[in-house]
């Protein structure tokens, strides 16, 4: 089993960043690919972000390309998400996942972990 914790969330003003971080316990893999989903009210759950198992490969939904960055640490066991240039759009709780793939992985039912969520709003 794999744990995964997020972290980094919280209440920032249109065009402001934030950074979340997502860390993994248990029985960690390396070669595990990772992800970014989000979850807005009365939405269902979407793709944000998602990074291979070695980091080399990235995808990103069209509303977040060039604002948001996913990169991943396999010696922390740790996968972070940069946002810039928040909107209130973005406002959600944000999920971080975990595959069984070496490739990127875009599709919620392929993820085989969750963490919890973290919540992050941003005001306009």
């Known amino acids: 089993q794999v744990q995964l914790v997020e972290s980094g969330g919280g209440l920032v003003e249109a065009g402001g960043s934030l950074r979340l971080s997502c860390a993994a316990s248990?029985?960690?893999?390396?070669?595990?690919?990772k992800g970014w989903f989000r979850q807005a009210p009365g939405k269902e759950r979407e793709f944000v972000a998602g990074?291979?198992?070695?980091?080399?490969?990235?995808s990103y939904t069209e509303s977040v390309k060039g604002r948001f960055t996913i990169s991943r640490d396999n010696a922390k066991n740790t996968v972070y998400l940069q946002m810039n240039s928040l909107k209130p759009e973005d406002t959600a709780v944000y999920y971080c996942?975990?595959?069984?793939?070496?490739?990127?992985?875009?599709?919620?039912?392929?993820?085989?972990?969750w963490g919890q969520g973290t919540q992050v709003t941003v005001s306009s």
């Open positions: 996942a975990a595959a069984h793939k070496l490739g990127v992985v875009r599709t919620f039912t392929e993820y085989d972990y």
């Open positions: 248990g029985r960690t893999l390396s070669t595990l690919a």
């Open positions: 990074i291979s198992w070695s980091g080399a490969t990235t």
